[in-house]
């Protein structure tokens, strides 16, 4: 027997580029194209370059550091400089053999290194630059369990509370807790846990952590106010000048020179930089303090202990920022490093360094990738280049609307200022010189960059050598959007327009095109369903372009080709026109009338997503082989034709969809059909086949589109006009294909996609290539369903993401009405009439100011906030919001809400929607970061928000996602092998996908999180530990999905299953109450998640011997199934079941029959008499009853008061635990499934 998992998973495709390229959809296959194939042998050998090394500092014994080959010697640098021995050294050199290793070269390479190899640690010079990155490196020592920085959203830090309930208060590890779990069990859940709590508490969502209390090593380490040396004292090699106040309240002033470090004779009053007493000189700071205070040495040592029992997923900081939506109250501290940097960062310095970004980005994209180990270096510095890109434009983005950085046209209004800042440039998302006044005006202008993201990202998935795409990111923050870009060299010397040598950049009326445009964007043409097409230029002539019209061709200064403008990518979707067009009626498909369509949208910009095109030329190929397929019937045998029917879908070497390269063997054919007349009837059967299908091509199958089939300054020569026609209606028919077959109600009601939030709605949605605007759609849909009380769930999340998304809209243009320094009064008033009807009146600004003209005079409370109403934010009410939700949801998503509601209350009570819930939602939308407190929403007399509730504002950042190729062709493969059983195999294809991963993106990436989660349930499968593969997963999901992500409740859930197999069953228990608490905070009681909680629960507390407890969960569950999966379903008659087995353990076996009698009768009506499971259930309810029976001839002695009758004693039932693992493995769709030896011998 052996465990097998039919998972969505493994069937669902990883974080993967929207349009990524296969080996075949490469236009030739070039000697260089060849030796780019993956090689398995390659990956062995790279993972078998590991080995061991010997460290040896100075001044203390050496210790032995495993490595990889292919880790550079910098890296190297930075791993001593986070080990427990060396991590107080940062300025020194790494030798092997008296010589000093080049620091960008990889290990590997180094001549003389092998195993046991001793590498020497030699103490370097200080320089200024050394010496403040020392003195960094020291306070980030300090401050090592200090989570400000997470609460703070810097650095790359963010949260993580797996270890607060895997380990005990002394830090012990789960594995150490396992034999005393039982001695002092507690299994009682807090309140707001158990089922029918309606209490949403939101402070255990950062549970207080007693390992995070810093240890104070100094009460003060700041930069001394006699900074910079003297000119006599910089000849004496002093480079900056330090102040300490150590514990014991001694005054330290510390000179950093080029030696090291010293304490000199100076006083806050008094200059004297001669060494003091004791002369000491030590290389480290650390060093230095450790001697000259004892509270230092006794509290840092600690410190270290603390820091590294850290699991290294705590601790390394994240390529991408991550915020959380709420902070505790914590009291601002003085920080001389933090206001350092924050100086720099405004000045548009990184360590003291500039950066040209552009050079930096294109110059990874030209290193060579022909073997594996180009390709990781070249992925591995594209992505690391991009990372540091976005941590950069972030930074200024947040700094222009600060308004710290000057625009380069400040005569401008606000709305249309530029800036350039750290070599990138900074424009916003308004309608500049009214350019997208066509398309839509301000709104287009805001959408086109999101667009043009998306076509940037399908560009750098396809990787055309030579040809050259900018780094963008887009960045939201307080409530203006800001687009941040490379600079093209030489752009900013002349004119846009003197630049452009392809496409347009005024709408259509002067068009350009270039042949070394023409032949790059050919090559992308493929990959991205791009018709090359003709357009008539502003003389009336043809021309012929291989992309958007708006796309423009820029040559810059480096001799690079640069494509810019990429918001046509992507086809246009007919069902939303900014405008009224006189579409004959005939014309649109009778699918896309009976939903409505075509409707008006708020600009010209809607296009299709990448996923759709996809499946509908993969629908579209399906169509076209059986029409091959039967018109070759009328030619040949049946069965011949037959054979090209049943072509396999996926390619067994790739696990491909032929989707990607979908062109007809042609050559088999014609040497099938020879020549002479059944060629000609061969030929017409494809072209028939071509042309119903929509082909371009009249002799293979090749379905793409045209970008400016919608453009309004496109204009086609009148030999196109036909063509044109034809690719509208194409488009069309791609519209109604996502209208009849895209909507995925029927996974949400088979619960193939179970989503818990609007961001996971929204990826489900993504995943099938359907627009979150069509969200009134799919409600709309949802009403017509016949069993729509199973998809309640999916009902309340989309009319919460409807009200929400239309919110953060008109938050949008609310902010920018607010002056700076009425942010937080303007943000909880915002809040307090979104989330609650009560008389809200915004707050009265506690510390606001008094003129000195008016000081003399008292300013009453009731002046003060009118003061405040004559602010335009502050006159909004909470019907009035309401009021302007309801336009937006008609205008945007087409969704009309009941005329009779108000208010929100009524919606909110009408769907069973969370208010916590909406806070959370529109929290992480919208950047706000609140207090962490219980708010109290029903209070009609006191608003739920003040202004000191409102923390932060964070910046919501979209960029990029570079990752590995061959990682991500590997998972595919294992996708294949997965379906086809073959689970060893999909291990170590996993496996070494993770070490691609890893190399490239880091252990903190999402791809990487994916290929631990995989490893685990796979381990678990094949009978391996698992526990350690699941716990890096919920690790790395915490800290860069959130805490509170849906995928992070996920992660939880299964680590649950893989403690209690291990025996922890404690501390699957409380991971489990954890997974619950998300689980309500996010989605509340009513969701199919909480089903499977419950029952899972209601298990692990039966195998605890807690009864009561484990009924309620276990009812509760019942009730959730019966509701989400039917009453005939077989979930529902497992749920029976476990009821059943309980009551049988409390030795209530009236009600046990019960239970077990209805799932009988569910298996026998389902599967039949014959099944497994009727057959179970059937013998379980003989026991019963023959219990039942002998208890109640007890019950009846009893009662007789027969004298000298024998009672035997009643036989309660105790669980077994490994029965409760086996019935925990089916309720998370484990199943058992028996192999035969040979398929035995192919598995292992």
């Given at each position: 027997?052996?465990?097998?998992?039919?998972?969505?998973?493994?069937?669902?495709?990883?974080?993967?580029?929207?349009?990524?390229?296969?080996?075949?959809?490469?236009p030739e296959q070039s000697d260089d194209d060849k030796r780019k194939k993956l090689s398995i042998q390659d990956i062995v050998d790279l993972q078998e370059t590991s080995f061991t090394v010997r460290i040896q500092p100075p001044g203390t014994e050496g210790f032995e550091l495993q490595v990889s080959g292919q880790m550079l010697v910098v890296e190297l640098h930075q791993v001593l400089m986070d080990h427990e021995i060396t991590c107080h050294r940062t300025c020194f050199s790494l030798q092997l053999g008296g010589v000093t290793l080049d620091s960008l070269k990889e290990l590997h390479s180094v001549p003389g290194i092998r195993d046991g190899a001793v590498i020497k640690m030699v103490e370097e010079s200080y320089s200024v630059r050394d010496a403040r990155l020392h003195h960094r490196h020291v306070r980030d020592l300090l401050r090592s369990l200090d989570p400000t920085d997470a609460y703070n959203g810097v650095n790359g830090s963010s949260l993580s509370y797996l270890t607060f309930y895997t380990r005990g208060n002394n830090g012990n590890s789960v594995g150490k807790r396992r034999a005393s779990e039982w001695e002092s069990l507690d299994c009682s859940p807090p309140e707001y846990v158990l089922p029918g709590s309606k209490e949403r508490p939101l402070c255990p969502l950062q549970p207080v952590r007693e390992d995070w209390k810093p240890l104070q090593c100094l009460r003060v380490l700041t930069l001394s106010s006699w900074n910079p040396p003297p000119g006599n004292r910089k000849m004496h090699g002093d480079l900056i000048y330090l102040n300490v106040l150590t514990m014991e309240d001694r005054e330290l002033n510390i000179t950093s020179s080029t030696r090291g470090f010293f304490?000199?004779?100076?006083?806050?009053?008094?200059?004297?930089?001669?060494?003091?007493?004791?002369?000491?000189?030590?290389?480290?700071?650390?060093?230095?303090?450790?001697?000259?205070?004892?509270?230092?040495?006794?509290?840092?040592?600690?410190?270290?202990?603390?820091?590294?029992?850290?699991?290294?997923?705590?601790?390394?900081?994240?390529?991408?920022?991550?915020?959380?939506?709420?902070?505790?109250?914590?009291?601002?501290?003085?920080?001389?490093?933090?206001?350092?940097?924050?100086?720099?960062?405004?000045?548009?310095?990184?360590?003291?360094?500039?950066?040209?970004?552009?050079?930096?980005?294109?110059?990874?994209?030209?290193?060579?990738?022909?073997?594996?180990?180009?390709?990781?270096?070249?992925?591995?510095?594209?992505?690391?280049?991009?990372?540091?890109?976005?941590?950069?434009?972030?930074?200024?983005?947040?700094?222009?609307?600060?308004?710290?950085?000057?625009?380069?046209?400040?005569?401008?209004?606000?709305?249309?200022?530029?800036?350039?800042?750290?070599?990138?440039?900074?424009?916003?998302?308004?309608?500049?010189?009214?350019?997208?006044?066509?398309?839509?005006?301000?709104?287009?202008?805001?959408?086109?960059?999101?667009?043009?993201?998306?076509?940037?990202?399908?560009?750098?998935?396809?990787?055309?050598?030579?040809?050259?795409?900018?780094?963008?990111?887009?960045?939201?923050?307080?409530?203006?959007?800001?687009?941040?870009?490379?600079?093209?060299?030489?752009?900013?010397?002349?004119?846009?327009?003197?630049?452009?040598?392809?496409?347009?950049?005024?709408?259509?009326?002067?068009?350009?095109?270039?042949?070394?445009?023409?032949?790059?964007?050919?090559?992308?043409?493929?990959?991205?369903?791009?018709?090359?097409?003709?357009?008539?230029?502003?003389?009336?002539?043809?021309?012929?372009?291989?992309?958007?019209?708006?796309?423009?061709?820029?040559?810059?200064?480096?001799?690079?080709?640069?494509?810019?403008?990429?918001?046509?990518?992507?086809?246009?979707?007919?069902?939303?026109?900014?405008?009224?067009?006189?579409?004959?009626?005939?014309?649109?498909?009778?699918?896309?009338?009976?939903?409505?369509?075509?409707?008006?949208?708020?600009?010209?910009?809607?296009?299709?997503?990448?996923?759709?095109?996809?499946?509908?030329?993969?629908?579209?190929?399906?169509?076209?082989?059986?029409?091959?397929?039967?018109?070759?019937?009328?030619?040949?045998?049946?069965?011949?034709?037959?054979?090209?029917?049943?072509?396999?879908?996926?390619?067994?070497?790739?696990?491909?969809?032929?989707?990607?390269?979908?062109?007809?063997?042609?050559?088999?054919?014609?040497?099938?059909?020879?020549?002479?007349?059944?060629?000609?009837?061969?030929?017409?059967?494809?072209?028939?086949?071509?042309?119903?299908?929509?082909?371009?091509?009249?002799?293979?199958?090749?379905?793409?589109?045209?970008?400016?089939?919608?453009?309004?300054?496109?204009?086609?020569?009148?030999?196109?006009?036909?063509?044109?026609?034809?690719?509208?209606?194409?488009?069309?028919?791609?519209?109604?294909?996502?209208?009849?077959?895209?909507?995925?109600?029927?996974?949400?009601?088979?619960?193939?996609?179970?989503?818990?939030?609007?961001?996971?709605?929204?990826?489900?949605?993504?995943?099938?290539?359907?627009?979150?605007?069509?969200?009134?759609?799919?409600?709309?849909?949802?009403?017509?369903?016949?069993?729509?009380?199973?998809?309640?769930?999916?009902?309340?999340?989309?009319?919460?993401?409807?009200?929400?998304?239309?919110?953060?809209?008109?938050?949008?243009?609310?902010?920018?009405?607010?002056?700076?320094?009425?942010?937080?009064?303007?943000?909880?008033?915002?809040?307090?009439?979104?989330?609650?009807?009560?008389?809200?009146?915004?707050?009265?600004?506690?510390?606001?100011?008094?003129?000195?003209?008016?000081?003399?005079?008292?300013?009453?409370?009731?002046?003060?906030?009118?003061?405040?109403?004559?602010?335009?934010?502050?006159?909004?009410?909470?019907?009035?919001?309401?009021?302007?939700?309801?336009?937006?949801?008609?205008?945007?998503?087409?969704?009309?809400?009941?005329?009779?509601?108000?208010?929100?209350?009524?919606?909110?009570?009408?769907?069973?929607?969370?208010?916590?819930?909406?806070?959370?939602?529109?929290?992480?939308?919208?950047?706000?970061?609140?207090?962490?407190?219980?708010?109290?929403?029903?209070?009609?007399?006191?608003?739920?928000?003040?202004?000191?509730?409102?923390?932060?504002?964070?910046?919501?950042?979209?960029?990029?996602?570079?990752?590995?190729?061959?990682?991500?062709?590997?998972?595919?493969?294992?996708?294949?092998?997965?379906?086809?059983?073959?689970?060893?195999?999909?291990?170590?294809?996993?496996?070494?996908?993770?070490?691609?991963?890893?190399?490239?993106?880091?252990?903190?990436?999402?791809?990487?999180?994916?290929?631990?989660?995989?490893?685990?349930?796979?381990?678990?499968?094949?009978?391996?530990?698992?526990?350690?593969?699941?716990?890096?997963?919920?690790?790395?999901?915490?800290?860069?999905?959130?805490?509170?992500?849906?995928?992070?409740?996920?992660?939880?859930?299964?680590?649950?299953?893989?403690?209690?197999?291990?025996?922890?069953?404690?501390?699957?228990?409380?991971?489990?109450?954890?997974?619950?608490?998300?689980?309500?905070?996010?989605?509340?009681?009513?969701?199919?998640?909480?089903?499977?909680?419950?029952?899972?629960?209601?298990?692990?507390?039966?195998?605890?011997?807690?009864?009561?407890?484990?009924?309620?969960?276990?009812?509760?569950?019942?009730?959730?199934?019966?509701?989400?999966?039917?009453?005939?379903?077989?979930?529902?008659?497992?749920?029976?079941?476990?009821?059943?087995?309980?009551?049988?353990?409390?030795?209530?076996?009236?009600?046990?029959?019960?239970?077990?009698?209805?799932?009988?009768?569910?298996?026998?009506?389902?599967?039949?008499?014959?099944?497994?499971?009727?057959?179970?259930?059937?013998?379980?309810?003989?026991?019963?009853?023959?219990?039942?029976?002998?208890?109640?001839?007890?019950?009846?002695?009893?009662?007789?008061?027969?004298?000298?009758?024998?009672?035997?004693?009643?036989?309660?039932?105790?669980?077994?635990?490994?029965?409760?693992?086996?019935?925990?493995?089916?309720?998370?769709?484990?199943?058992?499934?028996?192999?035969?030896?040979?398929?035995?011998?192919?598995?292992?």
């Amino acid at each position: 027997m052996t465990l097998f998992l039919v998972d969505r998973l493994f069937l669902g495709a990883p974080h993967v580029q929207t349009t990524a390229p296969t080996e075949d959809d490469l236009p030739e296959q070039s000697d260089d194209d060849k030796r780019k194939k993956l090689s398995i042998q390659d990956i062995v050998d790279l993972q078998e370059t590991s080995f061991t090394v010997r460290i040896q500092p100075p001044g203390t014994e050496g210790f032995e550091l495993q490595v990889s080959g292919q880790m550079l010697v910098v890296e190297l640098h930075q791993v001593l400089m986070d080990h427990e021995i060396t991590c107080h050294r940062t300025c020194f050199s790494l030798q092997l053999g008296g010589v000093t290793l080049d620091s960008l070269k990889e290990l590997h390479s180094v001549p003389g290194i092998r195993d046991g190899a001793v590498i020497k640690m030699v103490e370097e010079s200080y320089s200024v630059r050394d010496a403040r990155l020392h003195h960094r490196h020291v306070r980030d020592l300090l401050r090592s369990l200090d989570p400000t920085d997470a609460y703070n959203g810097v650095n790359g830090s963010s949260l993580s509370y797996l270890t607060f309930y895997t380990r005990g208060n002394n830090g012990n590890s789960v594995g150490k807790r396992r034999a005393s779990e039982w001695e002092s069990l507690d299994c009682s859940p807090p309140e707001y846990v158990l089922p029918g709590s309606k209490e949403r508490p939101l402070c255990p969502l950062q549970p207080v952590r007693e390992d995070w209390k810093p240890l104070q090593c100094l009460r003060v380490l700041t930069l001394s106010s006699w900074n910079p040396p003297p000119g006599n004292r910089k000849m004496h090699g002093d480079l900056i000048y330090l102040n300490v106040l150590t514990m014991e309240d001694r005054e330290l002033n510390i000179t950093s020179s080029t030696r090291g470090f010293f304490l000199n004779q100076s006083t806050a009053f008094n200059f004297n930089p001669k060494p003091a007493v004791p002369k000491t000189l030590c290389h480290s700071l650390v060093e230095l303090l450790s001697q000259v205070s004892p509270a230092f040495r006794k509290n840092f040592t600690a410190l270290q202990k603390k820091r590294v029992q850290q699991h290294p997923y705590e601790r390394i900081a994240a390529p991408f920022q991550v915020f959380t939506w709420t902070a505790p109250h914590r009291d601002h501290t003085l920080d001389c490093v933090r206001a350092e940097e924050t100086h720099a960062s405004y000045m548009g310095q990184d360590e003291h360094t500039s950066r040209d970004w552009n050079e930096e980005l294109q110059g990874c994209r030209e290193l060579p990738g022909c073997s594996l180990q180009e390709r990781l270096h070249r992925e591995r510095s594209i992505f690391k280049t991009n990372s540091d890109f976005v941590a950069a434009a972030t930074r200024g983005a947040t700094a222009v609307i600060d308004g710290n950085i000057m625009p380069i046209n400040p005569g401008e209004s606000p709305h249309l200022q530029m800036f350039m800042w750290n070599n990138l440039f900074f424009s916003q998302g308004f309608d500049v010189s009214e350019h997208y006044r066509p398309l839509g005006g301000n709104t287009a202008a805001h959408a086109a960059a999101i667009c043009d993201l998306r076509g940037a990202q399908a560009y750098a998935s396809v990787d055309i050598e030579g040809l050259h795409t900018i780094g963008t990111a887009v960045v939201d923050y307080r409530g203006v959007r800001v687009i941040a870009q490379t600079i093209v060299p030489g752009i900013l010397e002349k004119n846009q327009e003197e630049s452009i040598v392809y496409g347009s950049n005024d709408n259509g009326k002067t068009v350009f095109t270039h042949p070394r445009f023409l032949e790059l964007l050919d090559k992308t043409s493929k990959q991205l369903r791009i018709q090359r097409h003709q357009v008539l230029d502003h003389n009336n002539r043809p021309v012929e372009l291989c992309s958007g019209i708006e796309t423009i061709g820029i040559l810059g200064n480096d001799g690079r080709p640069y494509i810019l403008d990429l918001r046509r990518t992507f086809p246009p979707d007919l069902n939303f026109q900014f405008s009224e067009t006189e579409e004959r009626r005939e014309e649109v498909p009778k699918e896309c009338q009976s939903f409505g369509y075509p409707c008006l949208h708020c600009h010209s910009l809607a296009s299709l997503r990448p996923e759709l095109i996809e499946a509908f030329i993969q629908h579209r190929y399906e169509l076209f082989m059986k029409m091959v397929s039967h018109e070759l019937s009328q030619l040949t045998e049946q069965d011949e034709a037959t054979e090209w029917s049943e072509k396999p879908v996926c390619d067994s070497d790739t696990g491909e969809r032929p989707a990607a390269n979908v062109m007809f063997d042609f050559k088999l054919l014609r040497e099938k059909f020879g020549e002479g007349q059944k060629k000609l009837e061969y030929l017409n059967a494809i072209l028939k086949a071509c042309r119903a299908v929509g082909s371009v091509s009249d002799s293979c199958f090749d379905i793409r589109f045209n970008p400016d089939v919608c453009s309004p300054g496109a204009r086609f020569p009148a030999e196109c006009l036909e063509e044109v026609q034809r690719q509208r209606c194409l488009l069309w028919e791609a519209a109604a294909f996502l209208l009849s077959h895209q909507i995925p109600l029927m996974d949400c009601l088979d619960h193939t996609a179970v989503p818990m939030d609007g961001a996971s709605l929204t990826s489900a949605l993504h995943q099938r290539g359907v627009n979150v605007r069509y969200l009134g759609t799919i409600l709309r849909e949802l009403g017509r369903v016949e069993e729509r009380r199973r998809l309640d769930h999916i009902q309340r999340i989309c009319v919460s993401e409807i009200i929400l998304r239309s919110a953060k809209h008109i938050f949008r243009t609310y902010l920018q009405d607010v002056e700076p320094a009425a942010f937080s009064a303007a943000v909880s008033h915002f809040l307090n009439c979104l989330l609650t009807s009560s008389s809200c009146f915004p707050d009265s600004c506690s510390d606001e100011l008094l003129s000195r003209r008016r000081s003399r005079r008292r300013r009453s409370h009731g002046s003060r906030v009118a003061l405040l109403s004559d602010s335009v934010w502050a006159r909004l009410t909470s019907g009035e919001l309401w009021g302007r939700i309801r336009a937006e949801a008609r205008d945007y998503y087409h969704y009309t809400f009941d005329r009779c509601v108000r208010v929100i209350d009524e919606v909110i009570e009408k769907h069973n929607l969370q208010r916590i819930s909406l806070l959370r939602e529109i929290a992480i939308k919208t950047g706000i970061q609140v207090q962490l407190r219980e708010y109290v929403f029903e209070s009609r007399h006191r608003p739920a928000f003040a202004e000191e509730d409102i923390v932060n504002m964070f910046p919501v950042v979209r960029h990029l996602k570079p990752t590995s190729s061959d990682a991500t062709r590997l998972v595919q493969q294992a996708q294949l092998a997965v379906q086809q059983g073959l689970l060893k195999e999909c291990y170590d294809l996993i496996s070494q996908a993770l070490t691609l991963f890893s190399s490239v993106c880091g252990v903190l990436h999402e791809d990487v999180c994916m290929c631990l989660r995989l490893l685990g349930r796979l381990s678990y499968i094949l009978g391996e530990n698992a526990l350690s593969h699941q716990e890096k997963a919920v690790m790395s999901s915490e800290r860069v999905h959130g805490i509170d992500h849906p995928q992070t409740i996920q992660d939880y859930t299964f680590l649950t299953l893989y403690c209690f197999a291990g025996g922890r069953h404690l501390t699957s228990l409380q991971l489990l109450y954890r997974a619950r608490y998300l689980t309500l905070l996010v989605s509340g009681d009513d969701h199919p998640h909480v089903a499977l909680l419950d029952s899972m629960l209601g298990l692990v507390l039966h195998g605890l011997m807690e009864y009561e407890l484990s009924l309620k969960f276990l009812q509760n569950a019942l009730t959730l199934t019966s509701k989400y999966h039917g009453v005939t379903s077989l979930k529902h008659a497992h749920s029976h079941h476990l009821l059943a087995t309980v009551y049988e353990s409390k030795g209530e076996f009236r009600s046990a029959l019960h239970h077990e009698k209805e799932a009988y009768s569910i298996y026998k009506s389902q599967v039949g008499e014959n099944h497994n499971n009727t057959k179970e259930s059937s013998e379980y309810l003989k026991s019963l009853t023959q219990q039942a029976v002998i208890l109640q001839k007890a019950i009846n002695q009893i009662y007789s008061n027969t004298p000298g009758a024998c009672i035997p004693p009643p036989k309660f039932s105790t669980p077994s635990l490994p029965t409760i693992l086996q019935q925990l493995n089916l309720t998370c769709g484990i199943i058992l499934i028996p192999l035969s030896s040979v398929e035995n011998r192919q598995q292992y």
